[in-house]
């Protein structure tokens, strides 16, 4: 699509325009993975979880402490920690609202919700991603909109999280809350993160901007792989030169006009993040003299970035083992009940709630439909089929 096939505010549906032509749906894909496959991506998750929760933490962690840890937490404490994890659901479906046309902010909370929920319980590929495709379709979303936003979600939280540690060491720095010499070796992959972010931006912009830019990058990545494949002998290289003008037809118009937007809300969607971490130590325990905040704030940092790279399907039990780790490490080294006890309650809302709470959004959005997405019904809608699921209200 080019920069004249923007879509417009999203309508009830009715008969097919051009606005719900084919897209290569980047979030939309065209075969679902079945009930074996499901149930195989789901017993890998468990599996995972019973590793990491049942042989290796229990080396370092008693969690007959850790439960008591949690007996101890009062019930305001229980309200606020519910609260800032709300608070984070919402500010984190606020990126969405930002990139997708015609999304609400409740909606954007429960896409949220469906996205992280069902790819922490249906791991390997962008499973989750059709899956929230299928449920915007049914609210009215039209398939540019709900392509290219979802697509760019990606990209944006992505970037939010390389630009994070520089941002975090600049502002505690600032406000003298490092108190000690940072290492260089911080302040090198702060840098170099940063710079990464700051490069693949220059290059979005530099291909939304200007076509002949575009033009250019795409012809000079084609040669690059061209020859890369041919110095491994390898036949029928990737399509580059086309697969940037599509990426620019797709989404220029949005990075455009939302995605400065997006990146800021997921800058501070990943701030809020943070505050649930904090607080989840703070009120099992772990004092500012055991861990500074300026040091969680550093591991916070450092796990997402790690966390980028697919060492995690469906982010189980990895995140819990090196936040941890990483944590107990600043606090003297043995492995620290309380932070173990602070970690979990900080991963019951960033991960494990989503997980019900998303199976319960989608069946509510898809009344009158199969809770999953039937293999017929993406190549339908993916082909531009005028048939949109569900057309839920809600």
Not at 125 to 131: A, I, Q, S
Request: charged share 15%; with cysteine; proline share 6%.
């Amino acid at each position: 699509m080019a920069d004249e096939h923007t879509p417009e505010a999203a309508e009830a549906p009715g008969p097919r325009d051009a606005r719900d032509a084919p897209v290569a749906a980047t979030g939309a894909p065209s075969a679902s993975p079945g009930r074996r496959g499901t149930i195989l991506r789901a017993g890998f998750i468990v599996a995972m979880l019973v590793v990491v929760f049942g042989v290796i933490l229990p080396q370092s962690i008693d969690y007959s402490e850790v439960i008591a840890a949690f007996a101890e937490l009062d019930p305001a404490q229980i309200v606020l920690m519910t609260a800032l994890g709300f608070g984070g659901w919402f500010l984190a479906g606020l990126v969405l609202m930002a990139l997708v046309e015609g999304l609400s902010a409740l909606r954007g909370t429960r896409s949220w919700l469906i996205l992280s929920g069902i790819g922490s319980s249906i791991p390997f590929g962008p499973w989750n991603m059709g899956v929230l495709w299928m449920v915007m379709r049914g609210w009215g979303i039209t398939n540019v909109a709900a392509t290219s936003g979802i697509a760019l979600y990606g990209i944006t939280n992505t970037l939010s999280i390389l630009c994070l540690p520089l941002g975090a060491l600049v502002l505690l720095a600032a406000g003298g809350a490092l108190g000690e010499r940072v290492p260089t070796i911080a302040w090198a992959l702060a840098l170099g993160c940063a710079g990464i972010a700051v490069l693949v931006m220059g290059v979005i912009i530099a291909i939304v901007r200007s076509e002949r830019i575009a033009s250019w990058i795409g012809r000079t990545g084609q040669r690059v792989a061209d020859r890369l494949f041919a110095l491994v002998g390898r036949q029928g290289g990737p399509h580059v030169e086309r697969s940037v003008m599509h990426f620019r037809d797709q989404l220029g118009a949005v990075i455009r006009r939302r995605g400065l937007a997006g990146i800021l809300l997921a800058l501070l969607a990943q701030v809020a993040w943070i505050v649930v971490l904090v607080a989840a130590l703070r009120v099992v325990g772990v004092d500012e003299a055991t861990v500074p905040t300026s040091r969680i704030i550093a591991v916070y940092c450092v796990v997402m970035v790690v966390m980028i790279l697919p060492i995690a399907p469906g982010g189980a039990g990895i995140p819990e083992v090196m936040f941890i780790a990483l944590l107990s490490a600043l606090a003297g080294g043995a492995a620290n009940p309380a932070i173990a006890a602070g970690v979990f309650l900080y991963r019951i809302y960033y991960w494990f709630v989503p997980i019900p709470v998303a199976w319960i959004v989608l069946k509510g959005a898809r009344r009158g439909e199969s809770i999953l997405p039937t293999t017929a019904e993406l190549r339908e809608m993916a082909s531009g089929g005028d048939r949109r699921p569900g057309e839920v209200t809600t």
